[in-house]
């Protein structure tokens, strides 16, 4: 996530059949066809909801008016044809006065099961992985506290952890830069696999050693990057039970995410996942859309790798006042996909990655 100013019950898995049956139960709202171009901007048009219900999987919130926030996303499942939306706190550091968790949303949240959930960590597991880079201090002291406090979140509410920095730009939070193979982060993967939530990971793809991206300023941040995908997949095979889900497909600072290195990676490693995220006020590079159209090497990716993504557009609530919202130009995206491949990645695909409770949320939505 980079902040930008104005940022199934028991064991049960679902089936195609589970999910129609889900779907059924009311969650269709009538279809509309995606924006194009030649209609007015989208600042005079009415939102065009998804064709079919999808999980809003990645949210922000503002943590000074959590029950605006959760006003305003509430107000957004009806209007985007939305099953449920996930919040999350932003990555931070320990040295960053203004960093929070969890904690901020969730007695909010819980109010509406079916409809919110709320994923931490972002605001502590995360300073607290930064304060080891920073000290090198990864020893027993600090893993049983890092043990301690993702264990509270688990028993609060979260369903699952996020989010996480490896790599992330100075924007509304600090640069922050962590290995992604750090001792923290491979306990992390142990902890969400024992108890079979995911972790969400915000990285910018750095292929090798290289110099800051044109365009970004240093500081704040560093005038050179440091390598992270062989990294990254020694995170992904330290415990194939932890599923790890790489946000932002789609929002590329680098250059290097490209449909084809993701395809490699989601060859390689069967427990990684990816959010899809499309920012139209900061397309960056290897945009999945051009001309309103997804392009076909992108639309290739989503095809080869159906049971692999979800949508996670890193939508603020409130919503911010622009002419137009990410989760708007992700419908306009999902609008697009054929129908079976639609409905894996908005709803199918969510009840793999995040399990029963997800699960139970779901269905307690269809009954109401």
Same mark, same amino acid.
């Given at each position: 996530?980079?902040?930008?100013?104005g940022?199934?019950?028991?064991?049960?898995?679902?089936?195609?059949?589970g999910?129609?049956a889900?779907?059924?139960?009311?969650?269709?709202?009538?279809?509309?066809?995606?924006?194009?171009?030649?209609?007015?901007?989208?600042?005079?048009?009415?939102?065009?909801p998804?064709?079919?219900?999808?999980?809003?999987?990645?949210?922000?919130?503002?943590?000074?008016?959590?029950?605006?926030s959760?006003?305003?996303?509430?107000?957004?499942?009806?209007?985007?044809? *939305? @099953?449920?939306? &996930?919040?999350?706190?932003? !990555?931070?550091? +320990?040295t960053? #006065?203004? %960093?929070?968790?969890?904690?901020?949303?969730?007695?909010?949240?819980?109010?509406?099961?079916?409809?919110?959930?709320?994923?931490?960590?972002?605001?502590?597991?995360?300073a607290?992985?930064?304060?080891?880079?920073?000290?090198?201090?990864?020893?027993?002291?600090?893993?049983?506290?890092?043990?301690?406090?993702?264990?509270?979140?688990?028993?609060?509410?979260v369903?699952?952890?996020g989010?996480m *920095? @490896?790599?992330? &730009?100075?924007?509304?939070? !600090?640069?922050? +830069?962590?290995? #992604?193979? %750090?001792?923290?982060?491979?306990?992390?993967?142990?902890?969400?696999?024992?108890h079979?939530?995911?972790?969400v990971?915000?990285?910018e793809?750095?292929?090798?050693?290289?110099?800051l991206p044109?365009?970004?300023?240093?500081?704040?941040?560093?005038?050179?990057?440091?390598?992270?995908?062989?990294?990254?997949?020694?995170?992904l095979?330290?415990?194939?039970?932890?599923?790890?889900?790489?946000a932002? @497909?789609?929002?590329?600072?680098?250059?290097?995410?490209?449909?084809a290195?993701?395809?490699?990676?989601?060859?390689?490693?069967?427990?990684?996942?990816?959010?899809?995220k499309t920012?139209?006020?900061?397309?960056?590079?290897?945009?999945?859309?051009?001309?309103?159209?997804?392009?076909?090497?992108?639309?290739?990716?989503?095809?080869?790798?159906?049971?692999?993504?979800?949508?996670?557009?890193?939508?603020h609530?409130p919503?911010?006042?622009?002419?137009?919202?990410?989760?708007?130009?992700?419908?306009?995206?999902?609008?697009?996909?054929?129908?079976?491949?639609?409905?894996?990645?908005?709803?199918?695909n969510?009840?793999?990655?995040?399990?029963k409770?997800?699960?139970?949320?779901?269905?307690?939505?269809?009954?109401?």
């Amino acid at each position: 996530m980079r902040r930008l100013q104005g940022k199934f019950a028991t064991s049960m898995v679902f089936s195609g059949i589970g999910i129609a049956a889900l779907l059924a139960a009311g969650f269709v709202f009538a279809a509309q066809p995606p924006s194009s171009a030649g209609k007015p901007p989208a600042a005079a048009m009415p939102p065009v909801p998804a064709l079919t219900p999808y999980v809003e999987a990645h949210t922000h919130y503002n943590e000074k008016d959590p029950q605006g926030s959760v006003r305003a996303a509430l107000a957004g499942l009806k209007r985007q044809n *939305a @099953a449920m939306i &996930f919040m999350l706190a932003p !990555p931070d550091t +320990y040295t960053h #006065p203004g %960093h929070y968790d969890a904690e901020v949303i969730l007695p909010e949240a819980k109010k509406y099961p079916g409809k919110l959930a709320v994923l931490g960590g972002g605001g502590t597991l995360n300073a607290m992985i930064m304060q080891s880079v920073a000290t090198g201090d990864a020893g027993p002291a600090v893993r049983k506290k890092f043990s301690a406090r993702a264990e509270q979140l688990l028993r609060e509410g979260v369903i699952g952890f996020g989010e996480m *920095a @490896a790599e992330h &730009f100075d924007g509304g939070t !600090p640069y922050q +830069y962590a290995p #992604p193979d %750090h001792p923290l982060y491979l306990l992390l993967a142990d902890i969400a696999a024992q108890h079979g939530v995911p972790i969400v990971l915000h990285m910018e793809a750095v292929p090798q050693d290289m110099a800051l991206p044109a365009g970004l300023k240093s500081p704040p941040n560093p005038p050179r990057l440091h390598a992270n995908i062989a990294a990254f997949e020694r995170l992904l095979d330290h415990n194939p039970r932890a599923k790890i889900i790489w946000a932002h @497909a789609g929002s590329d600072n680098t250059g290097f995410r490209t449909p084809a290195l993701c395809a490699r990676l989601l060859a390689a490693h069967p427990n990684l996942y990816m959010e899809i995220k499309t920012d139209p006020l900061a397309k960056g590079m290897n945009y999945p859309m051009e001309n309103g159209k997804i392009k076909p090497e992108w639309l290739a990716l989503f095809t080869k790798f159906p049971d692999r993504f979800i949508i996670g557009t890193d939508q603020h609530y409130p919503e911010p006042n622009a002419p137009e919202q990410r989760w708007q130009t992700a419908v306009d995206l999902f609008n697009q996909l054929p129908a079976g491949l639609r409905k894996k990645i908005g709803t199918e695909n969510v009840a793999h990655i995040y399990g029963k409770s997800v699960a139970a949320y779901l269905l307690h939505a269809a009954k109401n």
